[in-house]
């Protein structure tokens, strides 16, 4: 069964409601190569990343470890919003981020599908480098909660799942942090 370490990007420059495709700030800058610290104990293993600058900027301590490159894995990405408008978008978020998997819209649940198709279809252990709705769309199905948000996956955290091709297991949630702006 393939292992997945996903690993939640270090702390944004920029909240959601902010900036499309911040990076990291200095904190966050710091959280990535304490995160890549710990994952450098690992075996060597396949890397993917969201296309958006925090992730890639999550991963680059780790690629610069490993002399290796993250593959771009659209399929991690965050959650796709309904508007470009930013403050609207800070607006739809925390409204979905209070509700169920039931209630959002068609494109979204689709994302969420295609995200869980994507982890499901990784044969070899992987370090996923994404974002807070996308672990918890895995950490969901893993559980079988149609919560949009099961927990709070701290900034680069790390939480592992396995697979056997039908079925994400959680095997350890990443350390966790309240909620204290959206990003």
Known sequence: MPKLYLVRHGRAAAGFGEDADPGLDPLGQSQAAAAAERLNLL???ALRSSPLRRARETAAPLE???KQRAHIDPAVSEIPSPT????ARV??????MQGRWTDVEPAVRAWRSTLIRALLGLEEDCIIFSHYVAIN??????LQDDRTLVFSPANA???????????LRLIEKGQEAPLTRVN
Not at 137 to 142: K, L, S
Not at 157 to 167: K, L, R, W, Y
């Open 137 to 142: 769309v895995a950490a969901g199905a893993a």
């Open 84 to 87: 470009p408008d930013l403050a």
């Open 157 to 167: 955290s790390i939480t592992i799942f396995e697979h056997d091709g039908q079925t």
């Open 43 to 45: 075996p060597r293993m």
């Open 91 to 96: 607006v739809w978020l925390r409204d979905f």
């Open 64 to 66: 610069a470890l490993w």
